[in-house]
């Protein structure tokens, strides 16, 4: 099965860039639909983006639109988060997750979660 690491998290600016990835092992990427989620403080679980076993990606949207990236790098086994323009309300946990269903956006579907990295937006 596959197993699931998030890195680069941290204490980042309002304004600034932040990188996370989430390094897979065990199976390959292309072969799962891999999904970024973020649950801040006392909120639900909320999508941000994916990436599907075909390569095509699903853009965030709302709030994070137009900031956020979903891309991955198969040759490293490893999906990124490009994260632009932070803002406070970006403070959450990110978690990564595969998932051999179709859906993407929908958590309930995804089987294999990464145990989160902490996000801090402040200056």
């Known amino acids: 099965q596959v197993q699931l690491v998030e890195s680069g ?8 860039p932040l990188k996370l990835s ?3 092992s065990g199976a390959s990427i292309g072969r799962y639909t891999m999904g970024w989620f973020r649950q801040a403080a006392g909120k639900e679980r909320e999508f941000v983006g994916g990436v599907r076993w075909s390569g095509s990606t699903v853009a965030p949207t709302g709030s994070m639109k137009g900031r956020f990236t979903i891309s991955r790098e198969l040759a490293k086994n490893t999906v990124y988060l490009q994260m632009n323009s932070l803002k406070p309300e970006d403070t959450a946990v ?5 998932t051999r269903n179709v859906q993407v956006s929908n958590s309930d579907f995804y089987n294999y979660w990464g145990p989160g ?6 200056s």
């Open 94 to 98: 990110y978690y990564c997750a595969a």
């Open 9 to 16: 998290g941290g204490l980042a600016q309002p304004g600034g």
């Open 117 to 122: 990295t902490q996000v801090t937006v402040s």
């Open 22 to 24: 989430c390094a897979a």
